[in-house]
């Protein structure tokens, strides 16, 4: 679907979004990857780098953590706790081998279990995530490269992403790099993420201490050093505010822009990158877009509501990598704390987006992928009243696609069982009926009979969704194609299933269960209700 040719957007937006997202992939405080770029500018600053390398450090530092689901699926098996490759392995990431080494097996046992219990647990998993460590580490490469290739950046900026697990010593992976070998602005980046992170975790002197200890074996001393020396000024941190804007206002000119199908082709990425947590994910965001488009299409949306339904898709499950791994792979029940959190990843993936102006607009439909008519949805629990078109076509294209993938704990629903079951949840009032129609009608399955609120027929509905817009009678009946005897009849009728006596009272009955929704766009669509 082609785009509005005259939008655009800043790049570094869009990237520094998916930077938040990584944070949350990796379990670090939100703005964690946006701190550590601007410690990267400092001290590109302080070395006096070339422009060109100060621009691709201050993407690549952005980006770092970009491959970080990568195989998430397999170390969620292979590791004890949710969080136990950031408490135990992230720490050392740059240290040496034996660093590097403990910090792994800790990793391996569950936190707070018996002795003999820990030690049996590193002793399965040591040999697996021997294994598997290389394969993880050049799979992060490669998916760092191919994401960032969707995001607008110079062809230069691709090949630096293989380098992202290579070390000075020449001790890193794939191994085939050392020294100047790895480019300026990886080995930066390197240290200001170091840097960063052990700033969290005791402070400015002692990650100057840590940073310059690991000088001539990750990190390259002369980049390394001038760190450590003034890591109180490269280091300092407003620990009460955010730095996107900061963030924003240091990247290097000439600043990128992303324009039309680019926008489109970035969001797709962010899409890919959340779908990469578990195989029962893959091509999940890309489906529903591409069935959300098509219905919004059948429902004659605007050009720009479609553009939002589309991007809106492509990145409203954003949020769940900020859900462990191992709750999107569990085959049994969820326990009261997994939907707890898995509730939230909507609320996740929509305050990402609320950070950039632009994507800001897409978080009034990704974020209500998963709210329902009658406020039995989350995470707001929000009602038919305030559930925009748009974002109902979402909410019902998500469900359908969802239930005809497979997951842990269930088969895949064939197209013409999702319709019916779709169709059921339009009758039961959960999901708008007009957008389960078109997403129906868009999957190529038949429409179910779907029940209207108090037995109103789709006459009857359609004729109050326009009394609640203000219509006449006689509005009514010309907006129809009927006569304005037909609509008085049809009025009369839908009050008494209704209950009401007044106009004022049908409009709050519209509101109440979503009949006001479709009320201002074009009627008459043709729909096989058979």
């Not at 040719?5 to 949350?24: C, F, K, Q, Y």
């Not at 001393?221 to 450590?228: K, S, W, Y």
């Not at 439909?365 to 009602?383: I, M, Q």
């Not at 957008?435 to 789709?458: C, F, K, N, S």
């Amino acid at each position: 679907m082609a785009s509005q040719g005259t939008e655009r957007v800043r790049a570094a937006e869009v990237i520094a979004a998916l930077s938040l997202a990584t944070d949350l992939g990796i379990g670090v405080p939100l703005e964690h990857g946006l701190q550590s770029t601007l410690v990267a500018m400092r001290l590109g600053e302080r070395l006096g780098v070339d422009p060109d390398t100060a621009s691709q450090t201050y993407y690549a530092c952005l980006l770092f953590y970009v491959g970080c689901t990568a195989d998430a699926d397999a170390a969620a098996e292979t590791f004890g706790d949710d969080d136990a490759l950031t408490r135990h392995a992230l720490p050392v990431r740059f240290g040496s081998r034996p660093e590097m080494m403990v910090g792994f097996l800790r990793a391996l046992a569950e936190e707070g279990s018996p002795a003999p219990v820990r030690a049996m647990q590193i002793a399965r998993g040591a040999p697996r995530a021997a294994r598997e460590f290389k394969g993880h580490s050049v799979a992060f490469c490669e998916v760092a490269q191919m994401l960032t290739d969707r995001l607008g950046l110079p062809a230069s900026m691709q090949g630096l992403f293989a380098y992202l697990v290579e070390r000075w010593d020449g001790k890193g992976l794939p191994g085939r790099a050392r020294h100047e070998e790895i480019p300026l602005p990886v080995r930066i980046a390197s240290v200001a993420r170091d840097a960063a992170f052990q700033r969290l975790l005791g402070g400015p002197e002692f990650a100057a201490q840590v940073v310059r200890g690991r000088a001539g074996g990750a990190f390259d001393p002369a980049v390394a050093i001038p760190l450590a020396d003034a890591a109180p000024e490269l280091l300092a941190s407003d620990a009460g505010g955010s730095v996107w804007e900061e963030t924003l206002a240091c990247e290097p000119g000439p600043r990128l822009t992303l324009e039309g199908e680019a926008i489109d082709r970035a969001l797709g990425a962010m899409g890919d990158f959340a779908d990469l947590a578990s195989p029962y994910l893959v091509g999940h965001s890309a489906g529903v877009a591409e069935l959300a488009t098509a219905a919004a299409q059948r429902c004659r949306l605007e050009t720009a509501a479609l553009v939002q339904v589309r991007r809106g898709a492509l990145v409203h499950d954003l949020g769940r990598v900020a859900v462990p791994v191992r709750i999107w792979q569990k085959a049994a029940p969820l326990t009261p704390d997994d939907w707890e959190r898995v509730r939230l990843h909507a609320y996740h993936g929509e305050r990402v987006l609320t950070r950039s102006p632009f994507l800001a607009a897409l978080g009034s439909v990704a974020g209500f992928h998963h709210e329902r008519l009658d406020g039995s949805g989350y995470h707001r629990g929000t009602a038919a009243a305030e559930i925009a078109p748009p974002a109902r076509l979402l909410a019902a294209a998500d469900a359908y696609h969802a239930m005809t993938e497979s997951r842990p704990h269930r088969a895949a629903r064939s197209p013409a069982q999702a319709a019916e079951a779709l169709g059921r949840e339009a009758g039961a009032g959960r999901l708008d009926p007009d957008a389960v129609a078109a997403v129906l009608e868009a999957a190529g399955q038949r429409v179910p009979r779907i029940g209207r609120p108090a037995g109103l027929t789709e006459r009857e509905a359609e004729v109050v969704a326009l009394l609640a817009r203000g219509l006449q009678t006689k509005q009514v009946a010309r907006r129809l194609g009927i006569s304005a005897k037909t609509a008085d009849h049809h009025i009369q009728n839908a009050y008494a299933k209704i209950g009401v006596s007044t106009r004022a009272a049908a409009a709050l009955f519209a509101m109440q269960h979503g009949l006001t929704a479709w009320g201002e766009l074009p009627i008459g669509r043709t729909r096989d209700r058979s």
